[in-house]
């Protein structure tokens, strides 16, 4: 057995020369950790004095090469392994069952029909089966960030974790009837931990969405450059048809006093025949005027209520009175949340509202222009007659 002291020394030399602080997992601790094993699980196997050698030895060595290559440490740790063992004139048949073990420990662990490979496979992944193996694999995370020279999200990290539990199996009996039952254990911790990220996830992705549908709905809320224009396009509407009822309230009085004046003068008309024409004339002007003034300020008022397949297929104007001035306070309430609740139908209202005053206001301005055409014709005209009455009323009498 002193060729297995002389192999502990060797290593613990070895490791403790070319470790570094990054490997806060394939340490001299953990090399221990797998020879202590190999030994627990290689007597629960029955093996021979020789393959308890061989299986020793290769525990100690079967990590040598992990500080040189991580990626080829297998091979490297092999290739130690048999200048030690050559070096000490170790008989060849068992450096090459020694280098074989070393080598299957590379994952996936191959298949492997020597007891040695086997038990000291399921030695290296001892700590899979361990109340401590949470914290053993931070270590191990935290070595891959060390050596890949990037922080490995822990989320992807315990995925992966997972997939690798998931798959792996242990080779000797002691293993599938003893660790297994220890690492199933392990592996809903893990599952539990892996569903925690999600949850996280989960719950981080429902406030960014939470976030943006609130970012959403204060771009659609009125700003105050689009309530500017509503208000100053509203208020201008109300003072053009404001000038516009002035207009024809002016019409309206001017052509009473003239028909008034036309009523009061007539039985002395009489007396002078040849301007009964003339007046006739002007009072026919004068009606005209006053009717299409009146045409021009006569409200429209509309049936007053709606449906709820009215306000579905927007064919109704909230902002207008003539459209529920006849309508139950709860139904018009209703109706009109559900607007305030929905920007778009909210603008598509206001919209509405600005488009049908300027209906209207083109309806006045168009009877408006109308009366102010007659009466201005008429009145020349009118003017005309009485003139010509006037100069022609010899020959005409």
Partial sequence: MNIIHEAETFVTNLIESTHQPIFTYHNLEHTQNVVKQAKKIGLETGLSPDEMENLILAAWFHDTGYYENFAKHEEISAAHARKF??????????????????????????????????????????????????????????ERSGILHHDIHPKLYWEETLRFLKDHHYHTNYGKKTLAKKKEVNYQKVVDKVAGFQTKEIKKLTEMVSKLEQQNTKLKTPQRGIETMFKVTSRNQINLSSIADKKANLMISVNSIIISAIFFIFKNIMDVPHFIIPCVILLIVCLFTITYSVLATRPIV????????????????????????????????????????????????LIRDQYFLGKVLGRKYRFLRISYTIFMFGLIFSVLTFILAAIYQPMVW
């Fill in 85 to 142: 063992l050559e070096e000490k004139n170790y008989p060849e048949e068992k450096i090459q069952q020694i280098t074989e073990a070393i080598l299957h420990t590379k994952m996936p662990h191959l298949p492997c029909d020597e007891k040695v490979c086997n038990v000291l496979c399921d030695a290296d992944l001892h700590h899979l089966s361990t109340k401590d193996y949470i914290k053993i694999s931070e270590k191990l995370r935290e």
């Fill in 302 to 349: 509309t049936s007053g209520t709606f449906s709820q397949e009215d306000i579905k297929k927007k064919r109704v104007n909230l902002m207008f009175f003539g459209n529920f001035h006849k309508m139950a306070l709860a139904d018009y309430s209703d109706a009109l949340k559900g607007m305030m609740s929905d920007y778009d139908e909210l603008y598509d209202s």
